[in-house]
C-alpha cells in the first residue's frame, strides 16, 4: 500500500461528476431528492424497468455532499430474442444529498430490488431512506458507530487510526525470537570483498 | 523363553503414542471456510491434492464432531464472534490453522472491516502464508498439525492447555 | 462471548407462536455456499419467510481501493467474486480505461486475450458451482470431476499470470505481459479434455432423476419478478430473458465472436442449472475461437508509456525507461476526472463498476454493482411456500458468491 509512503497527488475536481467526458455510457441526470421518486416512476413509464444498481459517494468538499446515484436500465419483460433486447439504453439518475439532511425517498416499493443496496448506502454513507421497510445496518455490524465509507472515516477504523502500521523491513529477527540467517549487508560485503582478495571494510560488523 | 519364541505377537507401546497416532491419523477438520482460501481448501479435498490420503476423509460442519479448524479466508468483524463461538464449541482436543494471510494477518486488507489475525479471536497452531496459499500448503500445514499431535503438543492427548 | 444479546444483524430470534419456528440457518453450514445466515421461519417443513443476512464477509473492498493506487486497486477488486478472479479485473480496467480515453487503443492480441481469459473464468467458476451444487444434493462424484476441470484452468491462470487465484494479470492497457510459451498448446490440450469431461459430467448429472426431482419446479422465477428484483446473468436468462451484456453491449471485441445466449422459459432452479451447463459450452465455443486470434503475434500493451510500464529489459539501458517505470510504480499515473459505468457479463450476471475519478492517482470512488447480491435477494421471494431443503437449492442455484455479495 502506498498511503504511508507517497500523499496522493492531489485531485482537480470537487465534483468530478460535473466533468462530463464523452464516454457515453449513460445518460446522466442529476435530480435533487425532492424530485428523485418523481424522476424515477417517469422513466420506469418510458421503458426503463431494470433498476440495475443504487449506489453512493461522498464529496466532503462540495454542497450537496452526498451523491445516491441509481442505474437503470431499459428492458421489457416481454423480449424473448436478442433481437428484441437490442442494444438497452442506460441511464445514471445522480441524487444530490445534503449532509445536513441526508434522507431520500425509497424506491423499495417500485423495485423490490433497492432493499439491500438502499440498506447499504445507509450502513456505509449515512443516507436514511423514507418509508423503507427495514431500515438498519446490512453489512458491519448492528451496534457499529460510524458510517466507513464516509471520507473522513478513517480506513483502518477509528481504533486502530493512530496506530503505527507495521513495518516488516524495520524489525529484528532475532528481536521476534527467529534466529538470524547471518545474511546480511554487511556480510554480504564481506563476502565480496573477501571474493575480490580485498581487506574488508573497517564498518563492517 | 524369549519374546520371539512365544506363540502369537505381543505389541508394545505406550498409550499415549498409540492414542496421538490415532488421533494424528484421522484429524476430521470443521467447514469454516470463508473466502477465496475456502475455495483452495475445497479444492484440497478434490483429486489432484485429496486432503482425504491425510485422514481428513470429511470435513463435519458441526463444530461438536470437528477437531480441526482451519480458518481458510478474511473473518469480518460480523463473523468474528461467530468464528470464536464455533471453536468454543469444539470438544478438546482441538487445533486451529489460520490458512492465507487474511486471516493470519489481515492480509492485504489492513482496514476497518476485517479482523488482523484470527489469532486475536483463537490460538492458532499453524500460519500458512499465501493469498491464497496452493493447496499443497494447506496439506503441508495439516501435516504439521499432525506432527504437533503426535509429538505431544500442549497438554498431552486429551486437553489442550 | 457465548450469549449473544444482540445479534450482528439486529433480528431477534424467538419462537414466534402459532406453532412456528424461526431458525438460523447459518452463517457457518456446509451448502450456503459462504458466509449467509437465511433466518427462516418455518411452519413444519415449510418456509413461510426467509430473510438472508449478509455482511459476514464485509471486507470494505471499496475504501481500500480508494487507498490505493489505479494499478494497485485491481489487486483487491480481484478480490470479491473469487471464482472468476480475471473478471473482476477485466471490468475494472476497462472502466478505467474508458475514463482515460484509451479504450481505443488496447491492441487486438490484448482483448483477444482477455477474452479467453474471461471465459476460462467462466468456465472455472461454472465448475465450482456445479460441483458445489451437486455436493448439496448428495452428487459428491461431480464435484471431483468439475474441480478437476477447473484444476486444468486454474493450470492455465497459473502459466500465463503466476498465481492460480489472483493473478492480477490484467493491467490498464492490455496485459502485464505477453501469454507465455506452451500457453496455446495447454488451451488445445484443455478444449480437447473439455468435451469428453462435459459429457461425463452430463450424464452424471443432467437426466439424473433424483436431480431432477430436487430441481424440476423449485424456486420458480418469472422474467416480471426477475426484472424487479434486478436479477442478471443465468437466473435472468433462466427465466426468459435474454439479456446478456455481451450482445447488448459489447465489449473486448466481442462482437467478433459466435455464440449462442442460452435462454429458457421456465424459470426453476433446473431451467438455471441448464442455462449454465450449456453456457460452459458456449463458453468453450468462445475460447475455441480466441485460441484461434491468438496464432496471430502483435503487442499486448498499449504504446503509451504513460500508462505502460516499459519492458523490463530496456530499464537497465534506458534512462527514459527507468524514469517512466518509476513513476508509474511509485506514484502512478492520474485519470482525468469524471464517473463512468462500465458492465460485463460475469458469471453471475452483470457486473458493474461505477468509478469515480478526480483527478487524482487514486480512485474516488469504486462502487461495485454485484450481481450475486441482487440474485440473492430474491431468496426473499422464491423461498417462500417452498420446504426448507429446497433453500439448499434454491441457493446452489442462485450462485452467489459472497465476497461479491459482501464486498
Known amino acids: 500500500m502506498p498511503s504511508s509512503q507517497t500523499p496522493p497527488a492531489g485531485g482537480t475536481a470537487l465534483d468530478p461528476t460535473a466533468v462530463r467526458a464523452d464516454i457515453g455510457d449513460a445518460r446522466v441526470i442529476r435530480v435533487t431528492p425532492a424530485d428523485v421518486r418523481a424522476t424515477l416512476e417517469r422513466l420506469r413509464g418510458e421503458g426503463f424497468t431494470m433498476l440495475i444498481d443504487i449506489g453512493g459517494a461522498d464529496y466532503p468538499g462540495r454542497e450537496p455532499r452526498f451523491d445516491v446515484v441509481y442505474h437503470l436500465i431499459k428492458l421489457a419483460s416481454t423480449s424473448t430474442t436478442l433481437a428484441q433486447i437490442g442494444q438497452p439504453e442506460r441511464v445514471r439518475v445522480l441524487c444530490g444529498v445534503p449532509e445536513n439532511d441526508p434522507v431520500v425517498p425509497t424506491m423499495s416499493d417500485l423495485w423490490p430490488a433497492a432493499d439491500w443496496p438502499e440498506r447499504e448506502v445507509y450502513d456505509l ?4 431512506f423514507s418509508g423503507h421497510p ?24 477509528p481504533g486502530r487510526e493512530k496506530t503505527p502500521r507495521p513495518s516488516f523491513a524495520l524489525k529484528s529477527n532475532v528481536a521476534a525470537g527467529t534466529p538470524a540467517s547471518g545474511r546480511t549487508a554487511a556480510a554480504l560485503q564481506r563476502q565480496i570483498a573477501a571474493a575480490r582478495g580485498q581487506a574488508p571494510k573497517d564498518d563492517a560488523q | 523363553m524369549a519374546v520371539n519364541d512365544m506363540p502369537g505377537q505381543f505389541f508394545l507401546a505406550k498409550l499415549d503414542d498409540v492414542a496421538r497416532w490415532a488421533q494424528s491419523s484421522s484429524v476430521w477438520p470443521l467447514t469454516m471456510g470463508l473466502a477465496c482460501c475456502a475455495i483452495e481448501m475445497m479444492t484440497a479435498t478434490a483429486a489432484e491434492y485429496d486432503i482425504a490420503r491425510f485422514g481428513s476423509e470429511v470435513f463435519r460442519a458441526s463444530p461438536r464432531q470437528a477437531d480441526l479448524m482451519i480458518v481458510s479466508g478474511r473473518v469480518a468483524q460480523k463473523m468474528a464472534p461467530v468464528v470464536r463461538r464455533l471453536w468454543e464449541q469444539m470438544a478438546d482436543p482441538k487445533w486451529v490453522i489460520s490458512m492465507g494471510a487474511c486471516a493470519s494477518s489481515g492480509g492485504v486488507f489492513d482496514n476497518y472491516a476485517i479482523v488482523q489475525g484470527v489469532d486475536t479471536i483463537v490460538p492458532v497452531d499453524v500460519y500458512v502464508p499465501g493469498c491464497p496459499p496452493t493447496p499443497d500448503g494447506l496439506l503441508y500445514a495439516v501435516n504439521l498439525i499432525q506432527q504437533q499431535i503426535r509429538q505431544g503438543g500442549r497438554g498431552g492427548i486429551l486437553a489442550r492447555a | 462471548m457465548t450469549d449473544v444479546a444482540v445479534p450482528a444483524h439486529g433480528l431477534q430470534i424467538a419462537p414466534v407462536g402459532d406453532g412456528r419456528m424461526v431458525i438460523s440457518m447459518g452463517p457457518q453450514h456446509p451448502s450456503t455456499h459462504g458466509v449467509l445466515q437465511v433466518i427462516t421461519e418455518l411452519e413444519g417443513e415449510t418456509v413461510m419467510r426467509a430473510d438472508p443476512e449478509i455482511g459476514y464477509l464485509h471486507t470494505g473492498i471499496e475504501k481500500s481501493a480508494e487507498n490505493l493506487f489505479w494499478t494497485q486497486a485491481s489487486t483487491v477488486i480481484e478480490r470479491m467474486d473469487y471464482l472468476s478472479p480475471l473478471s473482476n479485473a477485466c471490468c ?5 480505461e474508458k475514463l482515460l480515453g484509451i479504450s481505443g487503443e488496447i491492441p487486438v492480441r490484448a482483448q483477444h486475450a482477455r477474452v479467453l481469459l474471461c471465459e476460462l473464468h467462466r468456465i472455472a467458476s461454472h465448475c465450482v458451482w456445479l460441483g458445489t451444487g451437486g455436493i448439496d444434493l448428495g452428487a459428491i462424484s461431480g464435484f471431483f470431476y468439475a474441480f478437476d476441470l477447473r484444476e486444468r484452468i486454474l493450470d492455465l491462470t497459473e502459466l500465463s499470470g503466476g498465481a492460480r487465484m489472483h493473478p492480477n494479470y490484467l493491467r490498464i492497457g492490455g496485459l502485464r505481459d505477453d501469454l507465455p510459451e506452451g500457453f496455446l498448446r ?39 419478478d426477475a426484472i424487479a428484483w434486478g436479477i442478471t446473468g443465468p437466473s435472468l436468462r433462466a427465466a426468459g430473458v435474454p439479456y446478456d451484456v455481451r450482445r447488448a453491449f459489447p465489449y473486448n471485441g466481442y462482437e467478433n465472436y459466435e455464440f449462442d445466449v442460452i435462454t429458457r422459459t421456465e424459470g426453476d432452479a433446473y431451467a438455471r442449472f441448464m442455462v449454465r451447463l450449456d453456457e460452459m459450452d458456449q463458453s468453450m465455443r468462445i475460447i475455441e ?16 508509456t504513460k500508462y505502460a510500464p516499459p519492458p523490463k529489459e530496456t530499464i537497465a539501458l534506458s534512462m527514459e525507461a527507468l524514469i517512466h517505470h518509476f513513476k508509474i510504480v511509485s506514484e502512478s499515473f492520474r485519470v482525468p476526472p469524471g464517473d463512468v459505468y462500465q458492465a460485463i457479463e460475469g458469471p ?60
Open chain 1, 125 to 128: 454513507f449515512g443516507v436514511t
Open chain 1, 134 to 157: 427495514d431500515m438498519r445496518r446490512i453489512q458491519m455490524p448492528v451496534e457499529w458507530e460510524g458510517y466507513p465509507l464516509r471520507k473522513d472515516y478513517p480506513l483502518r477504523g
Open chain 3, 92 to 96: 475494472y480496467v476497462m472502466g478505467v
Open chain 3, 186 to 224: 495447454k488451451v488445445d490440450e484443455l478444449i480437447a479434455m473439455y468435451y469428453p469431461r462435459m459429457r461425463d459430467l452430463r450424464a452424471l448429472l443432467q437426466k439424473n432423476p433424483i436431480l431432477q426431482d430436487r430441481m424440476i419446479d423449485i424456486g420458480i422465477l418469472n422474467a416480471d
Open chain 3, 289 to 304: 475461437q480466441a485460441r484461434k486470434y491468438l496464432d496471430t503475434p502483435g503487442p499486448v500493451m498499449i504504446a503509451d
Open chain 3, 348 to 407: 453471475r450476471g452483470e457486473l458493474g463498476y461505477y468509478i469515480v475519478s478526480n483527478g487524482d492517482n487514486r480512485p474516488w470512488r469504486v462502487r461495485t454493482r454485484p450481481p450475486s447480491m441482487y440474485n440473492l435477494q430474491v431468496l426473499k421471494k422464491i423461498a417462500v411456500g417452498e420446504y426448507i431443503a429446497d433453500m439448499v437449492v434454491m441457493i446452489g442455484s442462485l450462485d452467489p458468491v459472497f465476497g461479491e455479495v459482501d464486498r
